[in-house]
Nanobody, 125 residues
């Protein structure tokens, strides 16, 4: 399984970015795809997940501002980020997890066994 993220960059607070993740390989039929991020000196934070039926879950910190979506035909996972804040500054990774929506907190249940090299998002205030 290979994942390649793109779309990061530097923006002013309040701006928007669209992250993209091209994935390939033998992704089993029951899975979650998602995004997580890590800032220097901080713990990894799961941001959003989506399953094969397009059910989604978001971290409270991004709810209402970020939207996760996927294009199965193009093997593309996206993260639309609006209303960016300085605290969104981090390296963003896309990943593949086993199915995560059987549990009450699918974001917490996501265990990303595969991820890409990451794309940097920097938000200046």
């Amino acid at each position: 399984i290979q994942l390649v993220e793109s779309g990061g960059g530097s923006v002013q607070a309040g701006g928007s970015l669209m992250l993209s993740c091209k994935y390939s390989g033998d992704i089993y039929s029951s899975y979650c795809l998602g995004w997580f991020r890590q800032a220097p000196g901080k713990e990894r934070e799961r941001v959003a997940v989506i399953d094969i039926d397009d059910k989604t879950a978001y971290a409270d910190s991004v709810k209402g501002r970020f939207t996760i979506s996927r294009d199965t035909a193009k093997n593309d996972l996206q993260l639309q980020m609006n209303g960016l804040k300085s605290e969104d500054t981090a390296m963003y990774y896309c990943g593949v997890s086993g199915y995560c929506f059987r549990k009450p907190d699918p974001l917490r249940a996501a265990e990303f066994g595969y991820w890409g090299q990451g794309t940097q998002v920097t938000v200046s205030s």
